[in-house]
């Protein structure tokens, strides 16, 4: 079975899957406000966390870009999912994980 095409590239021994959904990023800010309201424990608001918020922005902004450019181009992603027709069909989930567009994107990742 043909592998998941990601960019940027994962580590599958540190990622299960390289594909998220912007509502995931909403849950990391969720999860800290209600544990900062609920415990009043503003220690897990260290450097780590701001560097995890930082990168959450610049995903934001970056999912927040026009697919096309001004002449109606497809525009280079800064991320990208591809997963091959025949493991969606296998998959347990069983459902079809191309992203739109997903004939007109590339095929090689620059």
């Known amino acids: 079975m043909a592998a998941d095409v990601v960019k940027p590239a994962v580590d599958p ?3 299960f899957e390289g594909k998220y959904a912007l509502d995931s990023l909403a849950a ?3 999860i800290t406000n209600v544990y900062v309201r609920q415990t009043r424990d503003k220690t897990v608001l260290h ?3 701001y560097a995890a918020l930082r990168a959450l922005l610049r995903v934001l902004q970056e999912q927040s870009q ?3 450019d ?5 525009r280079d ?3 990208s999912f591809k997963r091959p027709a025949g493991a969606s069909s296998d998959c347990v989930y069983n459902g079809p994980d191309q ?3 997903s004939k007109l994107s ?3 990742w620059d």
């Open 70 to 74: 001004d002449e109606g181009n497809l």
């Open 47 to 49: 450097e780590q966390w």
């Open 28 to 30: 990391f800010l969720r």
């Open 99 to 101: 992203p739109p567009n």
């Open 77 to 79: 992603a800064a991320y």
């Open 13 to 15: 021994n540190v990622t």
């Open 66 to 68: 026009s697919t096309f």
């Open 106 to 108: 590339r095929t090689r």
